[in-house]
């Protein structure tokens, strides 16, 4: 088992629904991230957060907007989102990658499984 | 070019074969490499590690080439619980935590 937990498991939502993902971590890392998995494609990275501090935004439009209180969670708000945003939503932790020039692996949670309807 | 490639397969083997994955990065300031695996509809697990000396854990061998951008992995004595897609990973440099994951190679082993 992962330390990394995510929950709902499953979502569906309309277009004009309102929801939240949550992610919380049991490594003792302090980076967390958020990812997409469409059917087909590469995970895509979304967000990145370090010490608490968002580091990372990789164009995301803004009916996705991440929170992290604290280096254990992190939630994904959800609003106005379109079909095409139905995906898998994987949260990982990993240690601080300091200088950038190398990355500590990362660990992931078990997903939440979006269907906007 | 892309970042991460790899062959998307399927590769069918029987059980018992050796079987070897490829894949090529474009960034040749990546540092950090890894080999995950993902099983259908789970999320992608850490299976090891790559070093530039090369590292074996089991029946698993990882082999990184850096002046061709190219890291393998091969399989050895395939059992049916391999079956999964195997995921290359390279760090994108000069951004904290990034990883480049590739669209992955699919190893199904039958009986």
């Known amino acids: 088992e992962t330390g990394v937990t995510q929950t709902p498991r499953h979502l569906v939502m309309g277009m004009t629904n309102k929801k939240s993902l949550k992610c919380e971590q049991h490594?003792?890392?302090?980076?967390m991230y958020w990812y997409k998995q469409s059917a087909k494609k590469p995970l895509e990275l979304m967000f990145v957060?370090?010490?608490?501090?968002?580091?990372e935004n990789n164009s995301v439009p803004s009916r996705f907007s991440p929170e992290c209180p604290n280096s254990s969670h992190l939630f994904l708000h959800l609003h106005t989102l379109q079909p095409e945003d139905s995906a898998l939503y994987l949260c990982?932790?990993?240690?601080?990658?300091?200088?950038?020039?190398?990355?500590?692996?990362?660990?992931f949670g078990p997903g939440t499984r979006l269907t906007v309807t | 070019r892309k970042e991460v490639e790899q062959d998307p397969g399927p590769f069918n083997v029987p059980e018992g074969a050796t079987v070897a994955f490829n894949c090529t990065y474009s960034n040749s300031a990546s540092q950090s490499f890894f080999w995950y695996r993902q099983d259908c509809r789970k999320e992608p697990k850490l299976l090891m590690s790559v070093y530039s000396s090369g590292n074996e854990d089991g029946r698993f061998t990882a082999q990184l080439n850096r002046a061709s951008q190219y890291i393998s992995l091969l399989i050895r004595d395939s059992k049916l619980s391999d079956s999964a897609t195997y995921l290359c990973v390279v760090n994108r440099r000069g951004s904290q935590g990034n990883l480049i994951f590739g669209k992955g190679t699919k190893l199904s082993v039958k009986p």
């Open positions: 957060y370090s010490l608490e501090e968002r580091v």
């Open positions: 990982a932790s990993s240690q601080d990658g300091t200088s950038g020039s190398f990355a500590y692996e990362q660990y």
């Open positions: 490594l003792g890392h302090n980076a």
